[in-house]
C-alpha cells in the first residue's frame, strides 16, 4: 500500500467525517487514501476502513475476508 504522510484534519474536517462515518460506515469506501487514514485515526481499525483500503488496493476476496474476519462468500452474495 502507498502510505502518504499523516495530516491530521482540521477540526472541520474531522467532524464531517465523524458525521458521514455514523450516519452511514460504507461511506468509507468512497473515501481518498488520505481520508481513510484520517477515519483510521478517529475510529481505529474498523472492519469498513479496513476493507475500503483493501478494496482501494485492488486486494483479492480472499485477502479482504482474511482481514475483517469474514468468509469469501459474505463478498459473493452482493456479486
Known amino acids: 500500500m502507498n502510505r502518504e504522510e499523516y495530516i ?5 474536517e474531522e467532524l464531517y ?9 460504507s461511506f468509507a469506501y468512497e473515501c ?16 469498513p476502513i479496513i476493507d475500503a483500503f483493501n478494496v482501494r488496493a485492488g486486494a483479492s476476496d480472499e485477502k479482504r475476508a482474511s482481514d475483517i474476519g469474514c468468509s469469501v462468500e459474505d463478498f459473493r452474495i452482493w456479486e
Open 32 to 47: 481518498s487514501h488520505k481520508d481513510l487514514e484520517r477515519l483510521l485515526s478517529i475510529f481505529g481499525e474498523m472492519e
Open 17 to 25: 467525517l465523524r458525521e458521514m462515518y455514523d450516519r452511514d460506515p
Open 8 to 12: 491530521s484534519p482540521t477540526p472541520a
